[in-house]
């Protein structure tokens, strides 16, 4: 017992400048301006990859007008929308694919996956509206949609089709 008692003290004192050096360790951060798509505009990023892509949405400040963009190599690219006013992109996964929201010529929010630069409406629940907040690697999306009962409800679309994934016992759960 006597033993214990003179090392706990001593193993203590290495447990806590151990860990002391770790708490101080400095974090080093680089921080990008990623510009705008016009001279008078803004952009707000939503997601980044790990290959340093970013997608968000930019526009002009004297217009309600925004685009779905996609920042690679240090430029910003436009990716449009789906026919209407705004677009953001929530989501990049590693191969550069976007998933996101856009209104459409309609300026009914839409679902979408990118493709390289072309937004692609990936459907809807039946009640005509969806957006998408994520994907992954495989290029599945989650999102939430209008079901024909005009319910919101989760959604997992793969493979070219949306999945209703039902709710936690209420008529809505995004």
């Not at 705008?36 to 526009?59: H, K």
Request: hydrophobic share 35%; net charge negative; aromatic share 8%.
């Amino acid at each position: 017992m006597k033993a214990w008692a003179s090392l706990s003290p001593f193993a203590c004192t290495l447990l806590l400048a151990g860990a002391s050096s770790v708490c101080s360790a400095q974090t080093s951060y680089s921080i990008t301006d990623l510009g705008t798509l016009s001279s008078n505009g803004y952009s707000v990023a939503r997601a980044v990859n790990s290959a340093a892509e970013v997608t968000g949405a930019a526009g002009t400040n004297n217009s309600n007008v925004s685009y779905v963009f996609l920042y690679n190599n240090g430029e910003m690219t436009s990716l449009g929308t789906l026919g209407g006013e705004s677009g953001i992109g929530n989501g990049i996964n590693t191969s550069g694919q976007v998933a996101g929201y856009s209104q459409n010529s309609s300026s009914t929010y839409r679902a979408f996956l990118s493709s390289g630069s072309t937004l692609t409406d990936i459907g809807d629940l039946g009640g005509g509206s969806a957006v998408a907040y994520a994907l992954n690697d495989l290029g599945w999306v989650v999102g939430s949609a209008v079901t024909a009962k005009g319910e919101n409800h989760p959604f997992l679309y793969r493979n070219g089709h949306m999945i209703d994934l039902g709710t936690l016992g209420s008529a809505n759960n995004n």
